[in-house]
């Protein structure tokens, strides 16, 4: 039984920290992107993204949250997502490709450390991302 | 700018909290279960009940340890065992690439799954698609060229 208790401290203690590198993350993140969106700069990266984005039958506004997943993590990229009023194929698809490709720059430090050929890692990421991007973006105009 | 900066100065702080306050409402739960598993080692049993797994995917059989620990507790957790059962016993070059083709590709599913969940992704897609194409990545890479150098085909062959 005190291994129960001692388990579910452990637990709620782990939540809490993550909690707490969560808000480091969410909050800038979340502020950028706030004053992004409101400033001329979205019309811009709209534009400038909407053809390579209806690749992937996204709007031009899903390149804000892949662009913040690819540098920050996946929680960076949900603060984002969830500020643009997506259909759920279309959250469906960046979740997919934000989950194959994120915080390339830590998890190439951490590849690096571990061994791992990170340079190629990364390229396999970007091009999973797109492969994943693709498919599930058909499979979600049939199915959601 | 389109908005006033007060409404901009809003938008941030609710929308900020409101989004980290969604997602410890699965976290915490989560992060309970996920300490259940590492207490009573729950990822061990069921490992050595999906060792034929590895033949499909084209690793030794060991590996499924870490993969089972990664995809279902999370990164940490899955370095954590590949790195301790490397001091122990070292897997094949082979296996530690392809177990990182698999990893990158899909990690702490439960996790990730449920806080996209809250934010309007399809969750069945989300989990079930991420560890189709994890699984799809890794059968193809162990099946190219570029990972096979002449010292792992020899142990391929053991």
Redesign the interface.
């Known amino acids: 039984m005190n291994?129960v208790i001692?388990?579910?401290k452990?637990?709620?203690i782990?939540?809490v920290k993550?909690?707490l590198t969560?808000?480091k993350v969410?909050?800038p993140v979340?502020?950028f992107v706030?004053?992004i969106k409101?400033?001329p700069v979205m019309a811009f990266l709209e534009r400038l993204f909407e053809p390579a984005m209806r690749f992937f039958l996204l709007p031009g506004e899903a390149v804000v949250p892949l662009i913040t997943g690819l540098f920050t993590d996946?929680?960076g990229a949900?603060?984002t997502?969830?500020?643009f009023g997506?259909t759920?194929?279309e959250?469906?698809t960046?979740?997919?490709i934000g989950?194959?490709c994120h915080s390339l720059p830590v998890?190439y430090a951490?590849?690096r450390q571990?061994?791992?050929?990170a340079g190629r890692?990364v390229l396999?990421?970007v091009f999973?991302a797109v492969?994943?991007g693709l498919?599930?973006s058909r499979?979600?105009g049939v199915?959601? | 700018?389109?908005?006033s900066w007060s409404?901009?100065l809003n938008?941030?702080v609710t929308?900020?909290f409101s989004?980290?306050i969604n997602?410890?409402k699965v976290?915490?739960p989560?992060?309970?279960?996920?300490?259940?598993f590492h207490?009573f080692h729950v990822m061990e049993k069921l490992a050595k009940k999906l060792t034929p797994v590895t033949k499909v995917l084209g690793l030794s059989p060991p590996a499924i340890l870490p993969l089972l620990v990664a995809t279902v507790m999370g990164v940490t957790y899955g370095?954590g065992t590949?790195?301790e059962m490397n001091r122990r016993n070292p897997l094949p070059k082979k296996d530690?690439?392809l177990i990182?083709?698999f990893f990158?590709?899909?990690h702490g599913i439960i996790e990730?799954t449920a806080?996209?969940g809250?934010?309007?992704?399809?969750i069945l897609?989300?989990s079930v698609?991420?560890l189709l194409?994890a699984a799809i990545?890794t059968m193809v890479a162990a099946r190219l060229p570029i990972f096979k150098g002449p010292e792992y085909v020899e142990e391929q062959a053991e």
């Open positions: 291994l001692q388990t579910i452990d637990g709620t782990k939540a993550t909690t969560l808000m969410v909050l979340y502020a706030v004053i409101y400033s996946e929680y949900i603060a997502a969830s500020q997506f759920t194929a959250i469906t960046i979740a997919m989950l194959v998890e951490l590849s571990i061994g791992l050929p890692f396999f990421r999973g492969i994943v498919a599930i499979l979600g199915f959601l | 700018m389109t908005a409404v901009i938008e941030i929308g900020s989004t980290v997602v410890l976290l915490i989560l992060m309970i279960l996920i300490e259940f207490v370095t590949l790195i530690f690439i990182a083709v990158f590709t899909c990730t806080i996209w809250t934010a309007g992704a399809n897609v989300i698609g991420r194409f990545f």
